[in-house]
C-alpha cells in the first residue's frame, strides 16, 4: 500500500480539471493585475496601484534562468522549460516577514504568490503555482476568528517528490510539514479566494462551545478555542521561545 494510503484517484481527479486560461501568459498577467487592481478600488486591499503594477512581474525563459534558477531546472529536467513563464505576485517569503513586499488586505491578512504556466497550441498549460496568505494577530482589537497563523496552497511542478506521493495539489493549514490534499483552482480562482475568503463575518459574535449551526452563514456564531487548543497554543509558543540552558 502506498504511504499516502492510496490518493491516487483523489489527486487524478483533481490534476485533470481542464482549465481554460487563454493563449498567452502576457494575458493571464494583466488579468490578474486588473483584479487586485479591482480589489483596491473596492478597499479591500490596502496595497496602491503602483506597488501592485511593481510587484507583479512575468518572467520569460530566460528570465526565470536568472531570478529563479531552481524552478527553471525543474522544468528544464522535466522538458517543460521552452515557452514557460512564471508570474510572481511579490518574491517568495519563507520568512514571512511582514515588512517584506506582498499584498495587504483591509483586515491586516497579507498575502504573496508565484505562478508557472507554458504556452502551447492548446493554450496556457498551468504547471505549478503557491500561494499564501499570513493572517494578522490582531484586527482593531479583535482576536480573529481564523485559527491558523497562515495557509499555503500548493500545485508542485511535474515530477517533483509530491507528485509520486500523489499530493502534488495540496495546501498546508498554518504547517510546513502537515499537507492535505486540495482542489486544482485557477489562478484566478485562487486570488480571487486570497482576497475575498478567509474573512471572519463582521456580525458574528463569539460562542463558548460547539454548537449546531443553523440559520444563514452571517448569522451564526464563531467558536471561541478550547482549552485544548489554548494549551496547545501556549506549549507551543513556551517551547519555541525557551532559551536552552547552558552548564
Known sequence: MAENGGLSELQTYAIER????????RDLKQNLVRTLV??????????SHDSIAQQVKLLD????AEEVPEVYHDLKKEKQHQGAFCIHGCPKNFGRDPDAPRFLRDDGAWFDFSIVVRESPE???????????????TRAGVIPA?????????LNLPGQDNQHRDLRCHMHPGSDDILIPAPLMTPQEALWLFIHGFRPSPTREPRTAPQR?????????????????????????????TKPTTS
Open 61 to 64: 525563459e530566460s528570465k526565470m
Open 18 to 25: 481542464p482549465l481554460k486560461l487563454g493563449p498567452r501568459a
Open 146 to 154: 481564523i485559527g491558523t497563523a497562515f495557509l499555503r496552497f500548493d
Open 38 to 47: 479591482a480589489a483596491r478600488n473596492a478597499k479591500k486591499l490596502q496595497t
Open 213 to 241: 449551526d443553523v440559520g444563514a452563514p452571517s448569522e451564526r456564531k464563531s467558536r471561541m478555542p478550547t482549552a485544548f487548543e489554548l494549551a496547545w497554543l501556549t506549549t507551543t509558543a513556551a517551547k519555541w521561545t
Open 123 to 137: 493554450g496556457l498549460l498551468l504547471l505549478a503555482y503557491d500561494y499564501e496568505i499570513r493572517f494578522a494577530p
